[in-house]
């Protein structure tokens, strides 16, 4: 790895990786597609790695497979220890209500296995995941699966590799393709977080690096300097384009669109060009702590927004400033520190560190319990919308039976009001259906969990996809006499192109003859408001509930209420007859769901606000 030291264009590329990851966490304009700095990360890697065990084959010297675990050993955890130390004590002194998920994570991330971890429980782009101080664990342990790995699979093709290249490339492109292919795969079934976080779904990447060093070791190039400059000009036009224009709210990541940035690496890479603006002392600097950069930006990020720091360009500033000098610290005193190279004390501290984050929640686990506890008696939506009433399809298509025969059973001689919807919806139907109960009133449903049936919407899921065809070619205009009202009720903000979906749910309507009400965007918290309330039970002074609103959440309810007509949005945006507390319940289960209380004071509110007037009509 000594000659590392001498690929600028790394070192470049480096920061360049590192700065747009940091941007795009820290939701600063234009940086939109900053995440795909992992993605520029995973092709470097792959270089490297290829590079380290291919060359001394080809050299026709021995590879030490212990020697290649030490390197990577010394190169990546005692950084990372340094930080879950830190924040363990950081959790366990400050982040009492949330130690025992804290353990949690540091024991996956310690073990190098949180993609498997987060593949399992939660999508990166989940609201409450962003309160995870390790979610950006995930690429460190997708990169440590692929270290274990990729020499394995390289040394029993060394008599390939030294006597046949040709085929051996062939045979490496082959594997390349096949975990490409699994990705697209993945992304086609509906299974966006397996496509994320799996190693084998995001390997391709790593060896499209590896595929560099194959090209340009026995490859010369034979065109002109001007070319190799215009190539690299476009490439890194390429790169900087996507950072700032592929976006994860309306492109699955990684898929197709992830060829232009990892082509766009392996082309400016290839050409080796070495431009003063890669010496350059600033770009220098940042590439060399990229590592501990991306460690540490992170979590003063969530810790910012878990203790409700207003956001603005000034908490921007010194979120940078304090990531820029703690990763400083962290590389100069902790990654580059020979004191902190031994393998053997560098694995027992991970062996002490993952037996203490999994003991000691055992050992304190009525502390944990009450820690963990709810403030107030609430009732998870899960269990009125699947558990109670069983019309909410959940998020897999998996979780949950939909019965078409109970669940959108129309009574002849009662006005029938249809809910339609993704689990917001689902959160109101218990309410509704006995608060409308109790007005001689039927409540048919059909709700997906993150995916609602609207007229003209394409699904992955062959469940949602077809239930959905036929309650609008079937089902609503069979029974469109007996449906009084529609109501649809959406989580807006995280559908792409929402204003063209309920312009067309309208015009569908509309044509049917059946009246259709939107209830409107509630506010989104960026912490479960559970929490919410415990932090300001705890430190009054500090926190105030406002700043911990998702402003995106309100400008989307000011741009419903300007594009649909007023009769037909009921907004219920910060609504004052929503009690957001009681004697003993609070109004919203997690981040934007509203808890049995919550749902009962919506739907009292939406019958006061005209809906049976509307059913009677």
């Keep these: 790895m000594s000659d590392i030291k ?3 264009d790394i070192v470049f590329l480096r920061a360049i990786a590192v700065i747009s990851v940091l941007l795009y966490h820290l939701k600063v304009p234009f940086f939109n597609g900053g995440l795909l700095g992992v993605d520029i990360f995973f092709v470097i890697s792959g270089y490297l790695m290829t590079k380290i065990v291919l060359s001394k084959l080809g050299e026709g010297q021995r590879f030490s497979l212990k020697e290649f675990y030490i390197r990577r050993i010394q190169r990546i955890i005692p950084a990372l220890l340094f930080l879950i130390f830190i924040l363990t004590i950081v959790s366990y002194w400050f982040l009492t209500e949330d130690t025992y998920q804290f353990d949690r994570y540091a024991l996956v991330s310690e073990l190098f296995i949180s993609n498997i971890f987060y593949l399992r429980n939660s999508s990166y782009f989940d609201n409450l995941s962003q309160n995870n101080v390790l979610l950006h664990t995930w690429s460190l342990s997708a990169e440590w699966q692929f270290y274990l790995i990729y020499p394995l699979l390289l040394l029993p093709l060394r008599h390939i590799f030294l006597n046949s290249y040709r085929l051996f490339k062939v045979i490496f492109l082959t594997i390349i393709l096949g975990s490409f292919g699994a990705m697209i795969y993945y992304n086609l079934k509906g299974d966006s ?18 595929y560099v060093f194959l090209s340009e070791r026995n490859t010369r190039k034979t065109y002109s300097k001007s070319l190799n400059l215009g190539i690299t000009l476009i490439a890194l036009i390429l790169v900087v384009s996507s950072i700032c224009y592929i976006d ?14 990892v082509l766009s690496t392996v082309a400016i890479m290839y050409q080796r060009q070495d431009w003063k603006l890669y010496q350059n002392k600033g770009v220098q600097f940042f590439g060399n702590i990229s590592y501990s950069l991306y460690l540490w930006h992170w979590p003063f990020f969530v810790l910012f927004q878990y203790f409700g720091v207003h956001y603005n360009y000034l908490a921007i500033i010194l979120l940078i400033l304090l990531s820029v000098i703690a990763a400083t610290l962290s590389y100069k005193y902790v990654e580059n520190n020979k004191k902190w190279q031994n393998p053997y004390v560098i694995v027992a501290i991970v062996i002490c560190f993952a037996a203490f984050h999994w003991l000691y929640p055992k050992w304190d686990s009525h502390r944990a319990v009450q820690r963990s506890a709810p403030v107030y008696s609430n009732i998870d939506w899960n269990e009125q919308t699947r558990g109670t009433i069983g019309c909410n399809l959940g998020v897999a298509s998996q979780e949950g039976v939909y ?3 109970k669940c959108l059973a129309a009574v002849a001689d009662k006005p029938n009001v249809l809910l339609i919807g993704d689990s917001h919806a689902g959160s109101l139907a218990l309410s509704l259906q006995e608060q409308l109960e109790q007005k001689g009133i039927n409540l048919l449903q059909m709700t997906f969990t993150g995916n609602a049936p609207l007229p003209g919407r394409s699904y992955h899921s062959a469940v949602f996809s077809s239930l959905s065809s036929f309650l609008y070619n079937e089902y609503i205009p069979r029974h469109k006499k007996d449906i009084s009202l529609v109501l649809v009720e959406i989580y807006y903000m995280n559908y792409p192109g929402v204003h063209g979906m309920l312009e067309q749910t309208r015009a569908y309507f509309k044509n049917i003859g059946v009246p259709v009400l939107f209830i409107g965007q509630t506010e989104s918290y960026k ?15 500090l926190i105030h509930e406002l700043e911990y609103i998702n402003k995106e959440s309100g400008k989307m309810n000011k741009l419903l209420k300007a594009n649909l007509p007023e009769e037909q949005y009921i907004d219920l945006y910060l609504q004052e007859k929503i009690k957001k507390q009681g004697k003993e319940s609070i109004y919203m289960f997690d981040d934007n769901h509203f808890t049995k209380y919550g749902a009962d004071q919506a739907v009292n509110y939406l019958i006061s606000a005209g809906l049976l007037y509307t059913v009677q009509q």
């Design 193 to 210: 977080a397996m496509s994320f976080y799996g190693i084998h779904t995001r390997a391709w990447e790593m060896m499209v690096g590896g």
């Design 527 to 541: 912490l479960a408001y559970e929490k919410i309330v415990k932090l300001k039970m705890k430190y009054p002074a």
């Design 248 to 261: 994860d709210k309306t492109h699955i990541w990684p898929s197709w669109y992830t060829l232009i940035p």
């Design 403 to 405: 019965d078409t025969s």
């Design 6 to 8: 001498f690929r600028n």
